[in-house]
Structure formats: C-alpha cells, structure tokens
C-alpha cells in the first residue's frame, strides 16, 4: 500500500536554483493537490489538479509550476528558488466525488539558502 | 474568502486528562469540515463531519459540528502520550473539488 509518494524527502537549494518536486499516487485518484506547511500557518494550497491535463492555482502559487500528464504523477517544480520558498511541502490525493478527505504524503523539507 | 481559526495554539497535558480542540471557521458553500492528526510526517485523517449535532467518534477521540455556530470541537478522553501532535482543521468549501483551508492547528503535548 504505497498510497501518495513524494521525493525527495530533504533537499538543499541555493537562491536561483531551480528543482522538481515529484508526487505519485497508486490509488487511481481524480484530485491531487501541493500543499506547503510553514510554522503557525498551517498548509497553504499552492496548486492542484481535478483530472490529467487539468491544473489551477491555489491560495500562494507564485514561484511554483505544475502539470499533470497521467494521472498518478503531480509534479511540483520551483523555476527559481528564493529563500521564502523554505518550508515543507505535502503532496495529497482524493478520489473524486464527493467526499473530500485528502490523503497526504510524508513530505518534502526544502531549504534554500 | 474561507477562514479556519483553531484554539488553543498550544496545550500541555498529562495523561489520563481529557483535552478538547476549538475550530472556528468563514465558509462560502460549506462542505464539509474535516479533522487530521499530524506527528512528524504526514496528516492523517480523523473525521469528517457535514451535518450539525451528529457526534463522531473513533476510541477516545470524537467530534461534533455546530453549523450554525461555525464551529467543531475535537474531544479526547483519558490522554495517552502517543496522543501528542498537531491537531488540524479544515474546511471544504466553494466548487465542487472542495479545496481544503486549514488552521493553523493546536500542538497537543501529553506528559506522562
């Protein structure tokens, strides 16, 4: 049961640099989401996906890119790391519908020096 | 725009206490509000709950929503410290995908 797997698990960029975060689901969902967690903020919805070739933007999607072009990968690429792009990311999967719980992976840290 | 307040920010307990997590929240088209267990990974789910005054429960954890109010209440009886983490809320409002606004969740510590 592998469920949402995100990698890498930790990384470390330098200011400019530019990276992908990867995401995959084994259990044919409709719905994927990014997600960054950031001390006494809570997650944040950067981008999400209701379907392959279908994205749309969240509550803070500026820095980061996505598309969808299966629908078990959810790519999440950061084009020119800044510092404030430090945070923890969470990859997460529903099926559609319309129940909405949310099934999270373990996580990404990121830090940009 | 969609608002989660959660209270308290922090909470410091022992075992055996009973402990509950407040959840206010702004909702345009509510859905459905949603409780997680966060430890050091990944949130995992609790409850989900979409009619008022239906309790929820799962062992000692349960949960009741007040939609008329704005609010949900997290309840665990007799703590244990595997209990510990951080507890989040969320909404699911808007278009039909049900996008998720979280708190900024309650840190649950349980001494023994």
């Known amino acids: 049961n592998a469920g949402v797997t995100q990698t890498p698990k930790f990384q470390v960029l330098k200011t400019g640099q530019s990276m992908t975060l990867q995401c995959a689901q084994d259990m044919n969902h409709e719905y994927m989401s ?5 001390p006494g903020m809570g997650l944040r919805l950067i981008h999400y996906s209701v379907g392959a070739g279908i994205t749309d933007q969240g509550e803070v999607p ?15 690429r950061l084009l020119s790391a800044a510092p404030s792009q ?11 519908g319309g129940l909405n719980i949310q099934y999270f992976g373990a996580g990404t840290r990121l830090s940009v020096l | 725009e969609d608002k989660v307040v959660q ?26 509000l949603l409780w997680y267990k966060q430890e050091k990974k990944a949130p995992t789910f609790l409850f989900m709950l979409t009619s008022s005054g239906i309790e929820k429960k799962s062992g000692r954890l349960s949960s ?3 939609k008329k109010e704005l609010f949900s209440i997290l309840n665990i009886t007799a703590t244990q410290t595997g209990d510990s983490a951080v507890y989040l809320c969320a909404i699911a409002g808007g278009t ?9 969740g309650t ?6």
């Open chain 1, 34 to 38: 990014w997600y960054r967690q950031d």
């Open chain 1, 62 to 76: 500026n820095g980061y890119n996505v598309s969808r072009s299966t629908t078990e990968d959810f790519p999440l």
């Open chain 1, 86 to 96: 430090t945070s923890v990311y969470f990859c997460a999967s529903r099926p559609g």
């Open chain 2, 7 to 32: 209270s308290p920010l922090s909470l410091v307990v022992h075992e055996g206490d009973t402990v509950t997590l407040n959840c206010s929240y702004e909702v345009t088209n509510f859905r459905s």
């Open chain 2, 64 to 66: 009741i929503l007040d």
């Open chain 2, 96 to 104: 039909s995908y049900g996008k998720l606004t979280f708190g900024q």
């Open chain 2, 107 to 112: 840190i649950l510590t349980v001494h023994p």
